[in-house]
């Protein structure tokens, strides 16, 4: 079992910079696959970056690239996720998930384990 609590998000104007943080306890955080998934009012979710357990590979969302970056401590046991440049349009609420092995995967029913959610809020 792993647990996840996400921090950090908060209303930031347009252009701005946040960095959320997906703190993870329990089981063998180091061997599980962690992803960023954002939620916006009537939409449905989508995953915007991944991180392997290793770190060697990372994947990102087309919209974020260039503005997002996705990090992870596993002595620390936690994973972030760096947002630049922020824009109206990545106004949601943003989710870690985690999944046992080395694999990012883009659909969310791939991961089993989630947090509570951050909200994000960026102003024009």
């Known amino acids: 079992q792993v647990q996840l609590v996400e921090s950090g998000g908060r209303l930031v104007q347009a252009g701005g910079s946040l960095r959320l943080s997906c703190a993870a306890s329990?089981?063998?955080?180091?061997?599980?696959?962690v992803a960023w998934f954002r939620q916006a009012p009537g939409k449905e979710r989508e995953i915007i970056a991944g991180i392997s357990w290793s770190g060697g590979t990372t994947y990102y969302r087309d919209s974020v690239k260039g503005r997002f970056t996705i990090s992870r401590d596993n002595a620390k046991r936690t994973v972030d996720l760096q947002m630049n440049s922020l824009k109206p349009e990545d106004t949601a609420v943003y989710y870690c998930a985690a999944r046992a092995g080395d694999s990012i995967f883009y659909s969310g029913a791939s991961y089993d384990y989630w947090g509570q959610g951050t909200q994000v809020t960026v102003s024009s």
């Open positions: 329990g089981r063998t955080f180091s061997s599980y696959t």
